[in-house]
């Protein structure tokens, strides 16, 4: 269903009411290369045939000593969205190939210093969108915002040749310096804990987070999802880097230098997702630093929600000097079988100067004048299967035309099967009526209208959204509601 079938909707529920009221909302699984066996018993990692690279040694020290020669030169202009204020700050920070931008939480404001997590998310484009306060869906949550929602500082940084940035897209090379940079960039903040920052990331996010945890120690602990063994599972369609030279391929796969790992590194994967590229990483190191965790009926992105809000408790409890993070087994899977969780939406206030009336309602949402001119149109900018995206608002001005107008509508909606009741806004009467409304078509649509009585005039909030997001819509509406003021 999108905007316009919602619209629809409302053109067919409004004309009941309406007149009772003016008269009274990664890749796929890979195989395996065969390995021999190391003399204490781990796995032997055979290097490429023509690699002349020493993994034997300092994966950073090799890292800045190599040059790669991309084939291709690509990046992007694309515009970076503006973030919601007091939720995120849109900033750039240094790196060697000069300022990239970046959302970091904003300050709390509170004097005091917070743990922050760098979350890189997966695919190859190096920028960033509006993604982090977008709606997450429970089965692939790629957004990361499980860390802030939590209390956990967040920074989503872009990188070379993303955004309009300097450089070029590297394919999980140059991105590494970045991450390092955004880490420097975020020990630099006021009310930062620079001892208290950690990495995380999905997929070829996971992948370069996981590159990043053997190039420096700098990182508290380190939480790579779905990550791979060799870049070569990556969809090479992506590589800009010399595809003949073996050596690039080398400095990009992490299962040749995990003896490098110093912090602790969590490595988590579906059994469906690259969860061959873990077991094969996990049996090549003795590192006591990484810890595989491979979760059975999951993929490459359902262990996303519940294995982050686990990760985020985790890190809410890691105070002491030294860092102090566990996970079991049993921890991931017991997370893996709870209930989906509503998520809480991105909330920014609206002022309609024509009403005298602040409201807040999803950021992702726009407001325009309805096409006849009659009121306001509140709706999503995206059409996701999700409740932001499956509902809308419509708001509506008219006369009061007396002091019996709300208990005329009251009436009329409980006749029309409307659970009903009166309420106050802000010190004004009110009524509140929910119902299922079903359409000539056959569809059935949740819809919850609400008109308060502001002085000589009524306002109509009215909300519809299709019957499979009924929950999380319920919940959206009350905030709104909740948050309507008006001027003095």
């Known amino acids: 269903m999108n905007r316009k079938c919602i619209i629809k909707v409302f053109s067919f529920i409004l004309a009941a009411i309406m007149a009772v009221s003016i008269t009274a909302c990664g890749s796929g699984r890979s195989v395996g290369d065969s390995s021999g066996d190391g003399a204490d018993g781990s796995a032997v990692v055979k290097k490429p045939a023509g690699s002349n690279i020493d993994t034997s040694g300092s994966f950073a020290e090799a890292h800045d000593a190599f040059t790669t020669t991309l084939a291709t030169e690509e990046s992007d202009d694309d515009p970076i969205p503006d973030p919601p204020e007091g939720v995120f700050d849109l900033v750039s920070y240094p790196s060697k190939v000069g300022n990239l931008a970046a959302y ?25 969108d509006d993604f982090p306060w977008t709606y997450p869906a429970w089965d692939n949550d790629q957004t990361g915002s499980a860390f802030w929602q939590a209390g956990v500082l967040t920074m989503y940084p872009s990188f070379r040749g993303g955004c309009g940035n300097p450089g070029y897209y590297e394919a999980l090379f140059g991105e590494v310096d970045d991450i390092v940079s955004a880490y420097e960039y975020a020990a630099s903040l006021p009310y930062v804990d620079p001892e208290r ?41 992506q590589f800009t880097f010399d595809k003949s030279n073996q050596d690039e391929y080398v400095m990009r796969s992490p299962i040749y230098w995990l003896d490098n ?93 024509e009403l005298g009336m602040t409201f807040s309602c999803p950021y992702v949402w726009d407001i325009a ?48 099967g409307y659970a009903v009741e009166e309420i106050s806004i802000q010190g004004n009467p009110a009524v509140d009526g929910a119902s299922m409304v079903q359409t000539d078509n056959g569809d059935f649509y949740y819809q919850r209208y609400m008109s308060v009585q502001h002085g000589e005039e009524c306002i109509d909030f009215n909300l519809i959204v299709y019957e499979d997001y009924v929950e999380e819509a319920v919940l959206l509406f009350q905030q709104i509601i909740d948050s309507i003021a008006f001027e003095d």
């Open 104 to 128: 970091v939480s904003s300050d709390p404001g509170d004097g005091e210093k917070h743990p922050m997590i760098i979350w890189v998310v997966g695919g190859w484009g190096n920028g960033i």
């Open 197 to 237: 920052i950690y990495l995380g990331g999905h997929s070829t996010g996971g992948t370069r987070a996981l590159l990043a945890s053997e190039y420096t120690d700098k990182f508290r602990a380190v939480f790579c999802f779905g990550a791979v063994d060799k870049i070569k599972y990556h969809n090479n369609s």
């Open 369 to 416: 004048v309805s096409e006849d001119g009659s009121g306001l149109e509140v709706y999503s900018r995206y059409e996701e299967a999700n409740a932001w995206d499956m509902a809308a608002l419509y708001i509506t001005l008219y006369d009061a035309e007396g002091g019996d107008t709300l208990q005329m509508l009251k009436e009329n909606m409980e006749e029309q």
């Open 261 to 353: 790992i110093k912090s602790p590194t969590f490595l988590i994967e579906g059994r469906d997702g690259n969860s061959e590229c873990l077991e094969r990483m996990e049996e090549a190191s003795q590192n006591d630093n990484i810890r595989c965790y491979v979760l059975e009926d999951a993929d490459h992105f359902s262990v996303l929600a519940p294995a982050t809000r686990v990760v985020a408790e985790k890190i809410l409890e890691d105070t002491g000097d030294e860092v102090s993070i566990a996970i079991t087994q049993e921890e991931l899977e017991e997370a893996m079988g709870e209930d989906p969780q509503a998520p809480v939406p991105v909330m920014t206030e609206r002022y309609v100067e």
